[in-house]
């Protein structure tokens, strides 16, 4: 080696904190660009899931890197859990606005009917299993 060349240093990298498996762009950095949000997002998912359907939660909190996306992934979290919620809600709503209604008799059998108030509709086999059609 001469006095002008120097010692060629290998660079070090870490290995991506999202679990990718991906080594990062420098040894300071704990993910590759976008990662941070993917694993809040991981993170937040799972504990929503774990909220709403009472599973054992996969990810914790506790593996993110710093506070900012702790508290990320929690707003995310409490965001996708009103969702959700919300979303059941309407869905309890839109289901509930039919009532049944008295049977229609047509030759010797009767069809079950529902109506929501304005419309009355009669189903088209008479077990309830097929198309509801305007009366």
């Not at 290995?15 to 949000?37: I, L, M, V, W």
């Amino acid at each position: 080696m001469t006095k002008t060349q120097t010692a060629k240093t290998e660079a070090v990298t870490v290995q991506c904190n999202c679990g990718c498996g991906e080594a990062t762009q420098s040894a300071k950095s704990f993910y590759r660009p976008g990662h941070d949000a993917r694993h809040a997002g991981l993170v937040a998912r799972d504990l929503v899931a774990s909220r709403l359907q009472g599973h054992e939660r996969q990810y914790s909190e506790e593996d993110l890197g710093s506070d900012a996306l702790r508290a990320k992934a929690l707003k995310m979290a409490d965001r996708l859990t009103a969702k959700a919620q919300a979303q059941a809600d309407r869905a309890a709503a839109k289901g509930s606005k039919w009532t049944e209604a008295e049977p229609v008799k047509r030759g010797r059998w009767t069809y079950p009917t529902r109506t929501n108030g304005k419309v009355t509709q009669v189903n088209d086999k008479r077990d309830g299993s097929g198309n509801w059609v305007a009366l």
